[in-house]
C-alpha cells in the first residue's frame, strides 16, 4: 500500500511535467516539478517505514541455497551488515550535498521499491537484476561527477532520474502482473538505454581524466627534465 502511494506521488509529478508545465515553463524549471513530487514521495516512505528492515535481494535459486544452508542465518546477517553500511554512507552524502541530496535519496527509494517487490514476486529476477545495476552505476558516478563538476551533465543525470528512470519504474510498477508479463521487455529496453547513455557519461569523464593526467605529465616533464 504505502509503495502504491509514492508511487502515485511520483507517477503525478511526472505526468504534470510531462502534459502541462512543460509547455509553459523552461526546461531546468519543469524538472523542478517530478523532482518536488519525489521528494513528497520520498518523506511519505521514511515515514511509513520507520522500523522496517530490508533483506537485500537475491535471485530465487541463491534464496534457496542460502535458506538451505547450515549458515544461512550468518550470511543474511552479513548481507544485511553490509546493507547498514551502505545506508550510512548514502545518508551522509545525502545530508552534505544540496544538489545530489535529493538524487541519491530518491534512488535508494527505487531501490528498496524494486527489492521489495523482487522479494515479494511481483518483479522477475532479470527486471530486479539489471534495473537495481542501473540504480547502482549511478550511485557511482556521483562522487566522480562531484568531482568534474559539469552543470550540463549534472543536470543531465539529474533529468535522468527524476524524469527517465522514474518515467519507466513507476508507471511500470503500477501494471497488474498480466501487464507486467507482457511489458516487462519495454521496461528492460528502457534500462539498456540508459545504461549506454551512462557509458557515454563514463567515457566523458575518463576522457577529461586523461586530457588532465597529460597536462600533468607534460608539466613534470618540463620541469624536472634531465636534459636541460
Known amino acids: 500500500m504505502r509503495y502504491g502511494v509514492a508511487t502515485g506521488i511520483s507517477i503525478v509529478g511526472f505526468l504534470i511535467s510531462q502534459f502541462i508545465t512543460s509547455r509553459i515553463l523552461p526546461d531546468f524549471l519543469n524538472l523542478c516539478i517530478p523532482t518536488i513530487f519525489a521528494l513528497l514521495s ?8 520507520k522500523g522496517i528492515k530490508y533483506e537485500p535481494y537475491l535471485p530465487v535459486n541463491e534464496r534457496r541455497e542460502i535458506k538451505d544452508s547450515p549458515d544461512g542465518n550468518q550470511v543474511r546477517n552479513q548481507m544485511h551488515n553490509q546493507n547498514q553500511v551502505h545506508d550510512q554512507n548514502g545518508s551522509a552524502q545525502e545530508e552534505n550535498d544540496p544538489f545530489w541530496g535529493p538524487v541519491i535519496q530518491y534512488i535508494h527509494v527505487l531501490e528498496e521499491m524494486i527489492i521489495s517487490e523482487g ?16 540504480l ?8 566522480q561527477l562531484k568531482k568534474m563538476n559539469d552543470p550540463n ?8 532520474v527524476f524524469k527517465d528512470i522514474n518515467g519507466a519504474v513507476n508507471p511500470f510498477l503500477n501494471l497488474g502482473p498480466e501487464a507486467k508479463r507482457q511489458n516487462r521487455r519495454l ?19 575518463e576522457q577529461k581524466d586523461l586530457i588532465e593526467l597529460k597536462t600533468r ?8 627534465s634531465t636534459s636541460n
Do not use: C, F
Not at 551533465?153 to 535522468?160: E, P, Y
Not at 540508459?194 to 567515457?203: A, G, H, M, T
Not at 605529465?217 to 624536472?224: G, K
Open 136 to 143: 547502482t552505476r549511478v550511485l557511482r558516478l556521483i562522487p
Open 42 to 49: 520520498i518523506g511519505y516512505l521514511r515515514r511509513s517505514q
Open 153 to 160: 551533465i549534472n543536470h543531465n543525470i539529474q533529468r535522468l
Open 187 to 205: 521496461l528492460l529496453n528502457g534500462m539498456k538505454d540508459i545504461n549506454s547513455k551512462l557509458s557515454q557519461y563514463v567515457e566523458s569523464i
Open 217 to 224: 605529465m607534460d608539466l613534470i616533464q618540463q620541469r624536472y
Open 119 to 134: 522479494q515479494k514476486s511481483t518483479l522477475d529476477d532479470e527486471i530486479v537484476e539489471k534495473t537495481l545495476k542501473v
